[in-house]
């Protein structure tokens, strides 16, 4: 079991959450500073960014092998879309840190989103 952190399409009412069905959904976290987002279009990218103060927000799931290389599979790594890569979490009572896709191309002329992308459960 891997422990991920998803912050775009993969959170609960995402166009993607499906990929998710089955597994561990474990709570709602925010990384350490250092990291923003910014809009694709359709799903976000999350980047480093020195000097950020807030992190970005998301959901930490628990995710079996399987789950895992398809993930990897739909966020293109083979293609060097995104990368998996660990990232503190602010302390939670979850886990101190999990793996999450980094976008890799570059970003600077894309919408700043911030800290959320706006996906939430459906209600
Ligand atoms: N899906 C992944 C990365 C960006 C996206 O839209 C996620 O939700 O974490």
């Given at each position: 079991?891997?422990?991920?952190?998803v912050?775009?399409?993969l959170k609960r009412?995402g166009?993607n959450h499906l990929f998710l069905e089955g597994q561990k959904y474990?709570?709602?976290?925010?990384?350490?500073?250092?990291?923003?987002?910014?809009?694709?279009?359709?799903?976000?990218?999350?980047?480093?960014?020195?000097?950020?103060?807030?992190?970005?927000?998301?959901?930490?799931w628990?995710v079996d092998?399987a789950c895992?290389?398809e993930l990897?599979?739909l966020?293109?790594?083979?293609?060097?879309?995104?990368?998996?890569?660990?990232?503190?979490?602010?302390?939670?009572?979850?886990?101190?840190?999990?793996?999450?896709?980094?976008?890799?191309?570059?970003?600077?002329?894309?919408?700043?989103?911030?800290?959320?992308?706006?996906?939430?459960?459906?209600?």
């Amino acid at each position: 079991m891997t422990t991920v952190f998803v912050y775009g399409t993969l959170k609960r009412g995402g166009s993607n959450h499906l990929f998710l069905e089955g597994q561990k959904y474990l709570g709602a976290v925010r990384t350490e500073p250092g990291f923003t987002l910014y809009s694709l279009g359709d799903y976000p990218g999350m980047v480093r960014a020195p000097g950020d103060t807030s992190g970005v927000t998301g959901e930490l799931w628990s995710v079996d092998d399987a789950c895992l290389a398809e993930l990897d599979r739909l966020e293109g790594l083979d293609e060097g879309l995104y990368e998996r890569v660990d990232v503190l979490l602010l302390p939670n009572p979850h886990a101190p840190s999990a793996q999450a896709y980094l976008y890799l191309r570059p970003h600077h002329g894309l919408p700043p989103v911030g800290d959320t992308w706006p996906v939430g459960p459906a209600t």
